[in-house]
T-cell receptor, first 115, second 113 residues
Framework: NAGVMQNPRHLVRRRGQEARLRCSPV?????VYWYRQLPEEGLKFMVY????????ESGMPKERFSAEFPKEGPSILRIQQVVRGDSAAYFC?????????????FGSGTRLTVV | GESVGLHLPTLSVQEGDNSIINCAYS??????FIWYKQESGKGPQFIID?????DKRQGQRVTVLLNKTVKHLSLQIAATQPGDSAVYFC????????????FGPGTSLSVIP
């Protein structure tokens, strides 16, 4: 009966490296959402995915960021050539349906630090 | 654009007192609103929601009030306990092709024992 699992919990990368953040949704949930939270700020929407499809990526930076949710396995948020400004907590949520925001389950996040 | 903002960034209350956290929103097309609680090191946790056709909803120790005229939302916590210490976010849910949740910046609630 696991909730949304995100790993790693903490990730340190040097500038220019790649960061891969993984999110395993609640079993049976096929809708995944990624949010970014800067220190002392609210969560900012990044992308919404269903299995093998990106539905809304309006919050994703145009460069260096990509997301996928393959048929098998976790959803991946990938940040290439990280910069200091990418340091943040990245949260994933999942839901069983697309119209059930009250049913979002959030993971505990991955805290990315770029040094 | 879409935005949800809060009046007070921090709030300190005495244990046992009632807490009121306020929120302003700008999008008139929001279908409903959600309050989340985020404890340190954790993800947001759903507390209560309210539909746009309602002006009040009560849960266990919590009440949410919605004033659409002035686009204002509040969360009232009765008999605040130390375990209520957290950051609270209001969020609006936009009816796009899916339920899209837009978060406000948050209020940090600190309960003084």
């Amino acid at each position: 009966n696991a909730g949304v699992m995100q790993n790693p919990r903490h990730l340190v990368r040097r500038r220019g490296q790649e960061a891969r953040l993984r999110c395993s949704p609640v079993k049976g949930h096929s809708h995944v959402y990624w949010y970014r939270q800067l220190p002392e700020e609210g969560l900012k929407f990044m992308v919404y995915l269903q299995k093998e499809n990106i539905i809304d990526e309006s919050g994703m930076p145009k460069e260096r960021f990509s997301a996928e949710f393959p048929k098998e396995g976790p959803s991946i948020l990938r940040i290439q050539q990280v910069v200091r400004g990418d340091s943040a907590a990245y949260f994933c949520a999942s839901s069983p349906l697309s119209r059930t925001a009250e049913g979002y389950t959030f993971g505990s996040g991955t805290r990315l630090t770029v040094v | 654009g879409e935005s949800v903002g809060l009046h007070l960034p921090t709030l300190s209350v005495q244990e046992g007192d009632n807490s009121i956290i306020n929120c302003a929103y700008s999008n008139s097309a929001s279908d409903y609103f959600i309050w989340y609680k985020q404890e340190s090191g954790k993800g947001p946790q759903f507390i209560i929601d309210i539909r746009s056709n309602m002006d009040k909803r009560q849960g266990q120790r919590v009440t949410v009030l919605l004033n659409k005229t002035v686009k204002h939302l509040s969360l009232q916590i009765a008999a605040t306990q130390p375990g209520d210490s957290a950051v609270y976010f209001c969020a609006e849910v936009l009816k796009t092709s899916y339920d899209k949740v837009i978060f406000g910046p948050g209020t940090s609630l600190s309960v003084i024992p």
